[in-house]
T-cell receptor, first 115, second 112 residues
Framework: AQTVTQSQPEMSVQEAETVTLSCTYD???????LFWYKQPPSRQMILVIR??????QNATENRFSVNFQKAAKSFSLKISDSQLGDTAMYFC????????????FGKGTLLTVNP | NAGVTQTPKFRVLKTGQSMTLLCAQD?????MYWYRQDPGMGLRLIHY???????AKGEVPDGYNVSRLKKQNFLLGLESAAPSQTSVYFC???????????FGPGTRLTVT
């Protein structure tokens, strides 16, 4: 069974600074996909970034980037130039390739951006 | 393009009552999912569907039933609500298993 661990229940950062959220996962699969989702106070789940395990290049979306370390099974999210609107719960999620459709979520990290 | 919508947004039930949550998507996605979110537990998959007329059990299926009679709709039913089913329910859809899932706004259900 796959597991996703987010070891930081809460984090805070000052506006305009950089913060890194940690995520590790456990799987015996070689092909899989990793995601970071953001859930602001509105409760809406919003996709932040997606990484395919077979791609060595780290995914980037504007101020959001990941550090994907396949051997270490680590998938951290870096947020640069933090903004107040980045305040949210962040979930790391994993889905194996093939015919397994189950998206496994971590328990989340609550990020607060302070002015 | 509304994306994924859920009806209702809030609901209060008494123990033993039944209800159906409706999820609709207008992105022509094949796959649809129902999750529940509880404090400190992340999201857990209840049931999912890989196409019209097909459904399958997820991680926590007990006490729930689903139907996918039309490609764009995925219904979640509670036959006899229990307080343990108090939760926020999310519907999601995707092109396929390896693609990102798009979520609805959620339904907050309270069972007293």
């Amino acid at each position: 069974a796959q597991t996703v661990t987010q070891s930081q229940p809460e984090m805070s950062v000052q506006e305009a600074e950089t913060v890194t959220l940690s995520c590790t996962y456990d799987t015996s699969e070689n092909n899989y996909y990793l995601f970071w989702y953001k859930q602001p106070p509105s409760r809406q789940m919003i996709l932040v970034i997606r990484q395919e395990a077979y791609k060595q290049q780290n995914a980037t979306e504007n101020r959001f980037s990941v550090n994907f370390q396949k051997a270490a099974k680590s998938f951290s999210l870096k947020i640069s130039d933090s903004q107040l609107g980045d305040t949210a719960m962040y979930f790391c999620a994993f889905i194996p390739g093939g015919s397994n459709y189950k998206l496994t979520f971590g328990k989340g990290t609550l990020l607060t951006v302070n002015p | 393009n509304a994306g994924v919508t859920q009806t209702p947004k809030f609901r209060v039930l008494k123990t033993g009552q039944s209800m159906t949550l409706l999820c609709a998507q207008d992105m022509n996605h094949e796959y649809m999912y129902w999750y529940r979110q509880d404090p400190g537990m992340g999201l857990r998959l209840i049931h999912y569907s890989v196409g019209e007329g097909t459904t399958a059990k997820g991680e926590v299926p007990d006490g729930y039933n689903v139907s996918r009679l039309k490609k764009q709709n995925f219904l979640l039913g509670l036959e006899s609500a229990a307080p343990s089913q108090t939760s926020v329910y999310f519907c999601a859809s995707s092109w396929g298993g390896r693609f990102e899932q798009y979520f609805g706004p959620g339904t907050r259900l309270t069972v007293t």
